[in-house]
């Protein structure tokens, strides 16, 4: 048996494990490490078991991505993104917007989906933003008449917009695989971010404006004076918007890293609680304890991800895969198709992290030969895995949204709310082919080609 069919072998095997239940990251360090060995192995030169090159590699790869500069902004947005959640800000917020587009059609599944763009924008974290909308946008919108299915899409989609719109953690990752500046892909995923979240919500006023029964008007007498309205909106929606745009504004405008930028927006949410009086010790122990185990999760996928894939290409795997592409004489489009209908069918079994982390660093090398910025790459895979999460039958926010939702709403019922947000996704992907300027054009404007 060859190296490269032992690399084939090994990546079977690490996606059998996943399938099975083991965790992501020590289960690719457990492969690294062992196929590392028998790749590495040298019987002429080893005077123990343990003289062998992995551990070397599995060390030094522990130490860059301990030393990573563009990591450090992930924790520092994950604190701010769970103190935010926990400040009570987001009950604020919906219902504000709620009050403004009262007269909208649809006006409770516009906030929700207002409401998630922006908490998404401030955490990232899909999880939290699927369960929390969950428990605070659906019981309204059941109570109010909203049918379920219509609800329930709503808050799913409107979750997952954390993974495309900047501060991403996703993007951070992304831009530490691919080696690209973090701030050229922040400023390539705001029209492509903004743009879907934009077409979100036009398919859910046109559909409530089309059947109203879907989502009956407020009752005027539900409704506060307009001086009320006005003092939640300036108490409510523009701390939080002030928070965010001035760290996307640093960012974009070169005044700060993304850890720096990560850093101010940590305190500003520290602020925003202790101005709404709702930084408890409690609170703030949980937000510290989860960054520190998400934070902790991110550094050993990274650890295990580099040593398997150096292992994986030392045996030959990249070039096997690379071969097998150039031997289908696909054109750059074909190219992409294809790597992104691969992506698109990986997102059902496994999540956002194993799918960036393991698979996309096996097309990178290919970007090259097919002619393909990995800035537009990147994007293109941003909004691809915005599938990985609604794709039945292992769309997770789905499975996020049913764990806190009232028992009379089964899963099919929530499979039914997202397939219209499927077809939005694959929509703004076909767009984005055929006007590759909606990423490109922001980060050329303002940093250069």
């Known amino acids: 048996m060859t190296d490269p069919q032992i690399a084939i072998i090994m990546l079977g095997l690490f996606i059998f494990m996943v399938l099975l239940g083991f965790p992501i990251a020590f289960t690719l360090i457990a492969m690294g490490l062992a196929f590392g060995y028998y790749a590495y192995y040298d019987a002429l030169r080893m005077d123990t078991i343990f003289d062998n090159r992995i551990f070397d590699l599995f060390v030094q790869n522990t130490f860059s991505v301990m030393s990573n500069d563009v990591l450090v902004a992930v924790p520092l947005f994950l604190f701010m993104g769970y103190v935010v959640e926990r400040a009570n800000i987001v009950n604020r917020l919906f219902y504000t917007i709620q009050l403004v587009a009262r007269n909208t059609p649809g006006s409770m599944a516009l906030a929700a989906l207002a409401t998630c763009a922006i908490f998404a924008t ?15 946008a659906l019981p309204a919108m059941l109570k109010a ?3 379920h299915r219509y609800a329930c899409g709503v808050i799913c989609a409107g979750g997952c917009l954390g993974i495309l719109i900047p501060p991403s953690i996703m993007l951070i990752v992304y831009s530490a695989i691919a080696e690209i500046s973090p701030l050229r892909l922040y400023a ?4 492509p971010g903004l743009l879907l979240a934009g077409l979100y919500m036009v398919y859910v006023v046109t559909r409530a404006w089309l059947d109203p029964s879907l989502a009956p008007k407020p009752r005027e007498e539900d409704i506060p004076p307009r001086s009320e309205i006005l003092w939640q909106l300036l108490t409510s929606f523009v701390p939080l918007a002030v928070l965010i745009l001035s760290v996307l504004g640093a960012i974009l405008a070169g005044l700060a890293t993304p850890a720096e930028a990560a850093g101010v927006g940590a305190f500003g949410g520290l602020m925003l609680a202790t101005m709404y009086r709702t930084l408890t010790w409690t609170n703030l122990k949980e937000a510290v304890y989860l960054t520190a185990k998400t934070s902790a999760m991110v550094c050993w996928l990274f650890v295990g991800s580099w040593t398997f894939a150096s292992v994986f290409s030392y045996l ?15 054109g750059t489009v074909g190219f992409l198709i294809l790597a992104q209908a691969i992506i698109f069918l990986l997102g059902w079994p496994l999540e956002w992290t194993e799918i960036i982390i ?3 660093p096996i097309f990178l090398p290919m970007l090259a030969t097919f002619n393909v910025d990995p800035l537009f790459f990147g994007m293109l895979v941003a909004l691809n895995l915005q599938t990985s999460f609604l794709t039945p039958p292992m769309a997770m926010a789905a499975y996020y949204l049913k764990g806190v939702a009232p028992n009379y709403i089964q899963l099919m019922d929530i499979f039914r709310g997202i397939m219209p947000y499927l077809a939005i996704v694959v929509f703004t992907m076909v767009l984005m082919y055929n006007f590759p300027g ?8 303002l940093f250069g080609k």
Do not use: C, K, Q
């Open 122 to 136: 401030a955490t990232g974290i899909i999880g939290a933003v699927v369960t929390l909308m969950g428990m605070l």
């Open 358 to 360: 393991i698979f996309v």
């Open 188 to 191: 390539a995923a705001m029209f």
């Open 316 to 330: 030959g795997g990249h070039d096997l895969i690379r071969e097998w592409f150039i031997s289908l004489d696909l």
């Open 438 to 445: 909606l990423a490109l054009w922001l980060p050329d404007y």
């Open 145 to 147: 008449g909203y049918d």
